[in-house]
Structures are given as C-alpha cells and as structure tokens.
C-alpha cells in the first residue's frame, strides 16, 4: 500500500550511484558536478544532519593600498564602506574588514632592502625570508599547505596554487631576494614553494581532464580541431543523469553546464587576441591579453573548483607584490609600482592608485558574487561555506610599511564567522589569524603558527 505523502513530507529522492555521479565521463574528460540533494553526503554535524563541506582560499594584493581610501567609517557592524571597497557593498554582510594585523617578519630589520619580496614571502608563512638569491632559499609551511597535510585527501586536488603573474623559482627579483620569494605564496616546505598555474586554458584541463597524459592530448587536440566544448563530450552521460534527477537538481545541472561553458568560450576567445607586452613583464604564454580578464578567469575557474568539491584549498597571486603592472583601461598608463612613491608630494599620483585598488577589489567582488550564486545541496550559497582572506603583507606602498595590514575576510565559513563588521583590533600578528581560520577548517591540533601570539578571537 503507498504511503500518503502531506505537504510537509516530501517524496524520497533517488540515490544516486555517487562513486560514478560525481562526474561526467568521455574521451579523455572528467567534469566535476556539484553537490545534488540525491547525492550521498559523507560530512555530518550535530544530530547527524549533513553539512556541506568548508573551502577556505587566500587572493594577494600588491603594493599596499591608498589608505585614505581604503579604511572604512564606523565600527561593529555600523560601518560605511570607503571608495575602494564600494564594489563589495553587494556583500556587505558577507565580508569582515579587519583592522590591526602585523607582520613583523616582512619589516627590514637586519637584512635592509628588499620590503616587496619579503612581504610576499611573509604573506601566509609569518617566517621571516632567508636573504638570498641562490638555491639556499628558507622560508616556513605556509597556512595553505598546513591546513592541506589535514584534509587535502578528502578532494581530488588537495590544493590549488594559481596566480594572475610570472611563474618564477630561481633568479635574483628584489634587492638580494630570490624570485622564488616574490612569485610564490604558497610553500609546502621550507625550502620548497608549490608552483604556482598561471595559464587559465591548462588550469581548467587540470581541473577537468582525466586518463592518460595521451587521452588528455587528444582530447585537447580534437576539441581544436573540431572547435568543441570539453561538454561535447560528456553530453550523453550529462543527458542520461538528467534523467535521474529530480527537478532541482536538473536546473542545478543545466546551470552548472551552461556556466562551464560559458567559461570554456571565454577562455578560447580570450586566447585569440595573442600574447601582448605589459610594463615591466612578459605576459606569460596562453593568458589573456588584458589583465582584468585573466583575473576573472582565474577567479572563475577557482569558484567551480569549489562548486565541484574539486579542492577545499587555494591561493591565488593576483600580482607579485611590487609588480609595476599599467591599467590603461582604467586610465592609468604608469606602472602600478611606481605610483606608489613619492606620492605623497604628487596628489594625482594618490588617486591612480586609489583607482588601482578599486580596480582590484571590482574583480574580487564578481567573485564574491560567482560564489553567492553558487547552491550547496542543502540550498546555502558557496560563499556561506567558505573563507575567503584578501590582502597583503604591506600597507602604505610608498613607505612599505607592514602595519596595519589591508584584510578583508570573506564568507561565513559555514556558519562559524560573523560577518557584516569592521574588526579594528589590537595590534597583532597577521599569523593569529591564520591560527584562528586553520581551527575553522578542523585543524584543531595546530598549537602555534609562523609569529602567532594567540588566535584572534571571534571572526
């Protein structure tokens, strides 16, 4: 006899085989899908109910910021976004902006010059730099990798190193600081950084590809060829889910699909533009011509790999700090870099570089909005569940102070942030709150961090 179902008692939804339904297979590809109601979830909290899993990612910014522009107004939760923030006052209550974090690491101290690199590599390890531009490098684990050791086996990528700059391990970059320093965040050792992707087209075929080297070869050559999406190929197996699915997670899918895509078509046109000089660098092979767009594609490519559960771990260098980038689109011909010095004395200086950190914070704020849109099987945004830092290790760009760093902290971090305020805290170690986030992600036997002092507190 069929059991009468009320309104409050929803139909049963299929169980789906999720050892296959976590992917759509064909020559040589394997997309990742995201989190359906039917799938089976293995992550539980309180009661049993099931939680959709936490990601925590780190974007860099380069050269400090214009500070008059930067701080907002007001305190708590009653605060007023500043110019440059404004791009982000769609997800006001998602953000904290934070106020009073240190690193001590990236101050001279005995080693003189060199504030770019040694911030860059104090970023998200709170070590201070070996000085050096041979292979003896020395730096620390940083935030990223030691949260990956804990739960980088429960994804496919345990973690994911992108940057929107040059790729770089070896050289002399900075005042006696290697390369290595200023082109990588992120180190799995201390001796050893953990290169970084730069190129959007093969960061997605990572993400997205799978077999042998060989399959993924031909695969690629044939979808040039033929001028196919990745999708084309698994379109048969993507039909035959449809079928399976109840109706939310059929638009979920068509969604997903459409948005992957989009993304493969952005990627292909941006490539047909060619290789472009900026000031100062060469644009690494197989980006986008325009900046912006490489930003964009990064951020996006970023966010699907958190929509699929592909990684819960990232980084992602927008710019090696010190970088000298132009942003003609933007009205600012001059090197980002040099705008930064002497600018006290040269007002319009001030305000291209006021416009640069807007330019920056637009681009973080597309991807805050990727993530908001993007549905956990338990209906919660993307953003919800994550933790997003964006910052640098340098304050003022023209005096390279480390004071008082720039931080804004994205995301609720799966119901365990606070977001919507402005933190002015106690002057402090930036590596408390590193402390603190890693306690977020479940690493919960991590005692001290770089220069810790403590955790911060409440987030």
Request: proline share 6%.
């Amino acid at each position: 006899m069929k059991k009468n179902l009320t309104p409050d008692t929803p139909p049963a939804l299929p169980r789906l085989n999720s050892s296959r339904r976590h992917f759509l297979r064909g020559l040589g590809v394997a997309v990742a899908l995201p989190a359906f109601e039917c799938f089976t979830l293995t992550g539980k909290g309180a009661g049993g109910v099931k939680t959709p899993p936490r990601r925590i990612a780190f974007c860099s910014i380069p050269n400090g910021v214009q500070q008059d522009n930067w701080w907002p107004s007001g305190e708590g939760s009653a605060f007023v976004l500043n110019r440059t923030m404004q791009p982000l006052e769609p997800y006001r209550d998602s953000i904290q902006v934070i106020a009073g974090l240190n690193h001590e690491n990236a101050k001279p101290g005995p080693d003189g010059g060199g504030d770019h690199a040694r911030a860059n590599a104090t970023l998200l390890t709170g070590v201070r730099a070996r000085k050096t531009a041979g292979a003896d490098i020395h730096l620390g684990v940083s935030i990223d990798q030691i949260i990956a050791r804990k739960i980088g086996n429960r994804t496919r990528f345990a973690s994911l190193e992108l940057t929107c700059d040059k790729v770089r391990k070896a050289g002399q970059c900075d005042s006696g600081y290697s390369c290595a320093y200023l082109y990588n965040i992120s180190w799995r050792s201390e001796t050893t950084p953990m290169t970084p992707e730069s190129n959007p087209r093969l960061l997605f075929e990572r993400l997205f590809g799978s077999g042998s080297s060989n399959d993924r070869a031909a695969s690629h050559q044939q979808r040039q060829r033929d001028q196919k999406s990745v999708l084309d190929f698994i379109m048969e197996d993507a039909k035959a889910l449809r079928r399976e699915l109840a109706y939310n997670d059929g638009q979920k899918l068509d969604e997903y699909l459409t948005g992957v895509r989009e993304l493969e078509q952005r990627i292909v046109r941006s490539e047909q533009f060619g290789e472009l000089p900026e000031v100062a660098m060469q644009v690494p092979d197989g980006t986008p011509a325009d900046f912006g767009e490489h930003m964009d594609l990064m951020f996006g490519i970023l966010a699907l790999a958190f929509q699929t559960d592909s990684t819960r771990i990232a980084t992602l260098l927008l710019a090696g700090d010190g970088t000298n980038y132009a942003f003609p689109q933007i009205g600012v011909p001059e090197g980002h870099h040099w705008l930064t010095h002497d600018a006290g004395s040269h007002p319009d200086q001030w305000e291209k570089v006021a416009r640069i950190d807007r330019y920056y914070a637009e681009h973080f704020a597309r991807f805050l909005g990727k993530l908001h849109s993007m549905r956990d099987f338990d209906g919660s945004s993307v953003l919800s569940n994550s933790m997003i830092f964006y910052g640098g290790a340098i304050a003022d760009g023209n005096r390279h102070t480390h004071d008082n760093l720039p931080v804004i902290l994205a995301g609720g971090g799966g119901g365990s942030l606070s977001p919507g305020r402005f933190i002015q805290c106690r002057p402090q170690p930036m590596s408390n709150l590193f402390l603190s986030l890693a306690d977020h992600m479940g690493v919960d036997d991590l005692e001290r961090f770089g220069d810790s002092t403590g955790r911060i507190g409440t987030l």
